[in-house]
């Protein structure tokens, strides 16, 4: 049985930093890309960041472009998302994804067949 599990979330004022991790198992997923998304109250899930599966291609939404950075320890079956100057903006649960194919990278939440429980993110102004 997959299993995603994502940490890290937590209270933060603007400014500040979270590292969020996202370990997964029950399976072996190499070749496959992963991704953050996000849900704010009241909105739809959206695209945050994807990595592939050897890391060296990364792609981020636009709001989040020179402050987040995603990366990946494939020996620990984990993605990581270093999210640095926040904003209150940022404040939703985040959660992480493995998509239904492997190879490029996958920016619909559509495309994507596993994921985590989500972990809380909440900036103040």
């Known amino acids: 049985q997959v299993q995603l599990v994502e940490s890290g979330g937590g209270l933060v004022q603007a400014g500040g930093s979270l590292r969020l991790a996202c370990v997964a198992s029950?399976?072996?997923?190499?070749?496959?890309?992963m991704g953050w998304f996000r849900q704010a109250p009241g909105k739809e899930r959206e695209f945050v960041a994807t990595?592939?599966?050897?890391?060296?291609?990364?792609d981020y939404a636009d709001s989040v472009k020179g402050r987040f950075t995603i990366s990946r320890n494939n020996a620990k079956n984990t993605v990581y998302l270093q999210m640095n100057s926040l904003k209150p903006e940022d404040t939703a649960v985040y959660y992480c994804?493995?998509?239904?194919?492997?190879?490029?990278?996958?920016?619909?939440?559509?495309?994507?067949?596993?994921w985590g429980q989500g972990t809380q993110v909440t900036v103040s102004s």
């Open positions: 994804g493995i998509p239904r194919w492997a190879g490029a990278l996958v920016y619909r939440d559509v495309e994507y067949d596993y």
């Open positions: 029950g399976r072996t997923f190499s070749r496959y890309a």
């Open positions: 990595i592939t599966w050897s890391g060296g291609n990364t």
